[in-house]
């Protein structure tokens, strides 16, 4: 079923999942926002409906046209859900910025946007560029924003941008990635058919920013679940909630589940029990963080996902007949999703560049004339990641194409050797990273996070890799750190720690 034929709900604009107004659950509890104090605001099903309604009448009546962008600037809260799904009701586009971004790229971002307005929050009021109308979420300039009327929402044509969100800009500047309306209600209305989430409760800590969370947002809008709402992760705070919101479906990245690992004394003492499904994604998770996570879960199966913010989290899914999903593979090609791995010279057998096609994709990279396009000339958006494939047909994730280095004349992807290092018994996280060297090319060396009560040494975490991988993917230096630096996604920051790395190497007194 297209977006654009939705016989069940008539709905074309993604800002409909907000739900009508006089909706017959209106009494139920859409949102409970948590502040960083952990004080809730619970919002019923009528209240985010009329405020998504409110948004999109005071935008119309200050003359805003459809087409027009308009970005909001905030941590997570349901005031930020309802303004999203309130400019896309109004036919606008929402732009969604990553708030952690330095104040010249947020800059850049709402420019490049072309963004008039900025919804923003109060501690974010300080980095609306100047040039911008501001709109605070907090207090009562909100409420004074929100206008009265009930005019339907805007219809969209099948190609009708909903959504801008910015790529992190790890390499180079950030780019606009447009999504459809048609697009994203299919991609919405394929999880539901898969994942009904109609007697879940969410827990929401991910940035509203990324695809990851607003994903998970807009399905649990579609199934009329409950959603618990955290400004932005703290490991305490989403310990906490997870008990006190008796939350049963989780979303999650790697290096947040790392952080909560830290929190021994309140997890031996925190009741987890509710939690049902944990949906992984964003970064591969080793087989070690895996086995911890289902033993800190153990009523809950863990989803090992993957997406895009360009092609969005339909991609894989269980295998058609029944054959059970290996541990660390994301899964069997879905059957909606064209597939296939687009092999270099020197990939092995069944590996290769992930290409894929759906109606979920992105229309393009907005105002980028300068980069050749990732749409391949029949239609297959050109991923960067590496898989490789087994007989059944299932996918592992290998590496990012643009990660991978060459020591010595072999390939070495970064995540294989994490995976491996995490292993480790006293290893809870690797990042791996390539240094340059005069006789190799680029030699790896490698963060470790060691788990708690422990103390690894250099040596120990070497004659580990040369034990259970190829010598050339043993790292030459390792680094203990307590924590891996994050970048605005959750996600390990490699640039970071790339130049952290040569600088060491640079200055034999740190090496």
Request: hydrophobic share 45%; glycine share 8%; net charge neutral.
């Amino acid at each position: 079923m297209s977006a654009l034929d939705d016989a069940a709900t008539g709905m074309r604009n993604l800002g409909e999942l907000a739900g009508p107004l006089g909706a017959a659950d209106g009494g139920d509890i859409a949102l409970i926002g948590l502040d960083a104090r952990g004080q809730a605001v619970a919002v019923s099903r009528a209240e985010f409906a009329a405020h998504a309604q409110g948004v999109a009448q005071g935008l119309r009546a200050r003359g805003y046209a459809p087409g027009e962008r308009i970005a909001v600037l905030a941590a997570n809260s349901p005031r930020y859900l309802a303004t999203v799904c309130g400019i896309m009701r109004a036919g606008l586009v929402a732009v969604p910025v990553n708030f952690k971004f330095p104040p010249a790229l947020i800059a850049y971002v709402i420019a490049d946007s072309g963004a008039r307005l900025v919804f923003h929050d109060a501690a974010r009021a300080g980095a609306v560029p100047d040039g911008a109308a501001g709109v605070p979420l907090d207090g009562e300039s909100w409420d004074a924003f929100l206008a009265p009327g009930s005019a339907p929402a805007w219809r969209p044509a099948a190609d009708d941008v909903a959504l801008m969100l910015y790529t992190s800009g790890s390499t180079g500047k950030p780019k606009g990635v447009r999504l459809s309306h048609a697009g994203q209600l299919w991609t919405v209305r394929t999880r539901q058919a898969a994942t009904p989430l109609d007697r879940e409760r969410t827990l929401i800590a991910a940035p509203l920013y990324h695809m990851n969370a607003l994903a998970l947002a807009f399905l649990a809008l579609a199934c009329r679940a409950t959603t618990v709402l955290l400004p932005q992760f703290d490991a305490r705070r989403y310990i906490e909630a997870i008990e006190r919101w008796r939350a049963t479906w989780l979303t999650a990245v790697p290096p947040m589940i790392a952080m909560m690992l830290r929190e021994q004394a309140l997890l031996a003492a925190t009741d987890l029990s509710s939690v049902r499904a944990i949906r992984m994604g964003s970064a591969p998770v080793s087989a070690s963080l895996l086995a911890r996570i289902r033993a800190l879960f153990p009523n809950a199966r863990v989803i090992n996902a993957y997406g895009t913010t360009e092609a969005g989290p339909v991609v894989f899914g269980p295998h058609p007949d029944g054959v059970p999903t290996p541990a660390l593979s994301v899964g069997y090609p879905h059957p909606a999703v064209d597939l296939r791995l687009a092999r270099a010279p020197d990939d092995p057998p069944d590996t290769g560049m992930l290409e894929l096609r759906s109606p979920g994709l992105m229309l393009g990279y907005h105002n980028r004339p300068d980069l050749a396009s990732p749409i391949s000339e029949d239609g297959y958006y050109r991923t960067g990641d590496v898989f490789s494939r087994d007989a059944h047909g299932f996918l592992t994730f290998v590496g990012r194409r643009d990660d991978m280095f060459v020591c010595g004349g072999e390939n070495i992807y970064p995540g294989e050797v994490e995976r491996i290092l995490e292993g480790h018994p006293d290893v809870q996280q690797a990042c791996v990273v390539p240094v340059e060297d005069d006789i190799k090319g680029a030699k790896p060396v490698a963060y470790i996070v060691p788990r708690e009560g422990t103390a690894p040494d250099a040596d120990s975490i070497k004659h580990y890799a040369l034990a259970h991988a190829p010598a050339y993917q043993h790292p030459r230096h390792v680094w203990f750190l307590p924590a891996l630096p994050l970048a605005g996604t959750n996600k390990i920051d490699r640039a970071a720690l790339l130049s952290d790395a040569a600088a060491r190497i640079a200055s034999p007194a740190t090496r």
